[in-house]
């Protein structure tokens, strides 16, 4: 926990940084950006876009939640021009997608499992149903955790569900045992009398939170990728 709140004071200090100094006015180029929801996790990446650091870089950013599983495809297809997100990149590369990672932003990930307040421990998740995205990060979470407490994932139910947005309604209403939950859901999530069962913290140390941009973006225009990860 004490990982998950430096990492978030990190990123909060986008909010709160100054926006003087602009340097002189430059050709801007308009980019569409995938997170895979709009969770606390990419505050880094919708800041970014509020505060203006993308303009500052000639970037006019539009920033389009989509799921992982998709995102390889947009992006080979020219339909976005960046993906944030290391698993989903790092998966894709492994499957042969010419796309590669040019920027790294957190170590672990926000992922904590949450589960109905009739489940107290990992022990008690099997034959239950967690909800995740096949393949992210908050899936690999999960299977770590689940093993950590000694519980084989096959004795889970795993469904494929969308981002920390749609999981914590459905959790609420029921319809999951349990699910990963970034920022601020599982905080949400406690106070509500939800039990947290652990955190991405305690079982992983790996990136999550990586910029890709498309293929022939990254070759034909080296330059705007050094923009993109360039400092406010």
């Given at each position: ?128 149903t967690i909800a995740v995205t096949v393949g992210a990060a908050d899936d690999f979470v999960a299977r770590h955790l689940l093993r950590r407490g000694g519980v084989d ?12 947005d749609t999981r914590f309604p459905a959790l609420h209403a029921g319809t999951i045992d349990a699910s990963p939950l970034s920022l601020p859901f599982f905080v949400v ?44």
């Amino acid at each position: 926990m004490r990982i998950i709140l430096t990492q978030l004071a990190a990123l909060l200090l986008l909010i709160t940084a100054s926006q003087s100094g602009f340097s002189a006015e430059r050709p801007v180029e308009k980019v569409r950006i995938a997170v895979s929801s709009k969770s606390l996790g990419f505050l880094d990446t919708w800041a970014a876009k509020e505060r203006g650091f993308f303009r500052r870089h000639g970037l006019d950013a539009e920033i389009i939640a989509m799921r992982p599983p998709l995102t390889i495809g947009a992006l080979q297809a020219g339909e976005i021009d960046y993906a944030i997100g290391a698993s989903t990149t790092s998966r894709g590369a492994i499957s042969g997608a010419p796309v590669r990672i040019v920027s790294l932003a957190l170590r672990s990930s926000f992922h904590t499992l949450v589960a109905r307040p009739a489940i107290k421990t990992i022990g008690d998740m099997k034959g239950k149903t967690i909800a995740v995205t096949v393949g992210a990060a908050d899936d690999f979470v999960a299977r770590h955790l689940l093993r950590r407490g000694g519980v084989d994932p096959r004795d889970v139910h795993f469904v494929n569900m969308g981002g920390s947005d749609t999981r914590f309604p459905a959790l609420h209403a029921g319809t999951i045992d349990a699910s990963p939950l970034s920022l601020p859901f599982f905080v949400v999530a406690k106070r509500q009398g939800f039990n947290l069962l652990g955190t991405a913290s305690d079982v992983l140390d790996m990136a999550t939170s990586a910029s890709a941009p498309r293929p022939r973006k990254s070759r034909r225009n080296a330059s705007r990728s050094k923009g993109w990860c360039a400092p406010s």
